[in-house]
């Protein structure tokens, strides 16, 4: 595999503080850069079982904790 296009359609990451949304945003963006520029070099390791299980953990298996105010203040 030489060559991949990460896509996540119209997803979009929101904050309350407009800074923090715009780091977010850019640092996400970067990881998909540098995970399709590095795919070249090392796609067959990283899609293969070699490296794949190594990348599920380092990503906590593609999950990722949201944490929501309670409805019930108190």
Do not use: R
Request: cysteine-free.
């Amino acid at each position: 595999m030489y060559d991949v296009d990460i896509k996540f359609g119209s997803s979009y990451l929101y904050h309350d503080n407009k800074y923090m949304a715009f780091v977010m945003h850019q640092f996400v963006y970067f990881a998909i850069v540098i995970i399709e520029n590095s795919v070249y070099f090392v796609g067959d390791y990283i899609f293969s079982n070699m490296m794949g299980p190594i990348v599920d953990k380092a990503l906590g298996h593609y999950k990722t904790e949201v944490t929501l105010q309670s409805p019930f203040p108190g």
